[in-house]
Structure formats: structure tokens, C-alpha cells
């Protein structure tokens, strides 16, 4: 059974950093690309990063967080990483991950002083 689990979200001021961390069961998670998304309150979600099956993983990232997030992978552990940096206001949301239109349950991130 495929199953993805978020956690890592909290509370921080902006300038902050959190770091998510998805861990995957069900699949082996080099063979598909897996992503990160959020939903901001009133918002639709969006695409924030992904990483590729590619050998070491290439990483895409949107616009909005491109030199302040990185994407990483812990292949032994199953686990995908979303380090955010400098975290702003505009960066609150629900974090999903997602491979192969599975769907974790979200971790809340917050950004306000």
C-alpha cells in the first residue's frame, strides 16, 4: 500500500527556516518523481519543487522559492526533504508531498512574527 507521510511544519518568523521531510512506503521512490506542493489559505495549491528519478535526482523549483528551498532525497531512509530558508509570509501553507498521484496528508507551515 502506497503511503506518504509529511511532517516537519510549524511556527516560524519570517527569516526562518523548517525543514519538511516526506517518508514513502509502498514504492521505491527512484523510479518516480516525487514533489512537494502547498495550498495557501484562500489559494489553490501549487507546484513548489520536485525532484527526478534521474541518477543523484535533478531538482526543479518554482519561481517563488527558487535559491531559498532545496529538495533532497534519503533514498535508504524513503524519505524526500524540503529545506526552506528565509522563510516569508507569503511562503504559509499546508505542504503536500506527491509521487504518481499519491498523496500525503499535508504538514502546516506558518511564517508570521
Known amino acids: 500500500q502506497v503511503q506518504l507521510v509529511e511532517s516537519g511544519g510549524g511556527v516560524v518568523q519570517p527569516g526562518g527556516s523548517l525543514n519538511l521531510s516526506c517518508t514513502a512506503s509502498g514504492f521505491d521512490i527512484t523510479k518516480y518523481t516525487m514533489r512537494w506542493y502547498r495550498r495557501a489559505p484562500g489559494k489553490e495549491r501549487e507546484w513548489v519543487a520536485a525532484i527526478t528519478t534521474t541518477a543523484g535526482g535533478t531538482a526543479y523549483y518554482a519561481t517563488s522559492v527558487e535559491g531559498r528551498f532545496t529538495i533532497s532525497r534519503d533514498i535508504p531512509k524513503s524519505t524526500m526533504f524540503l529545506q526552506m530558508n528565509n522563510l516569508k509570509a507569503e511562503d504559509t501553507a499546508i505542504y503536500y508531498c506527491?509521487?504518481?498521484?499519491?498523496w500525503g496528508q499535508g504538514t502546516q507551515v506558518t511564517v508570521s512574527s
Open positions: 506527491n509521487s504518481d498521484g499519491n
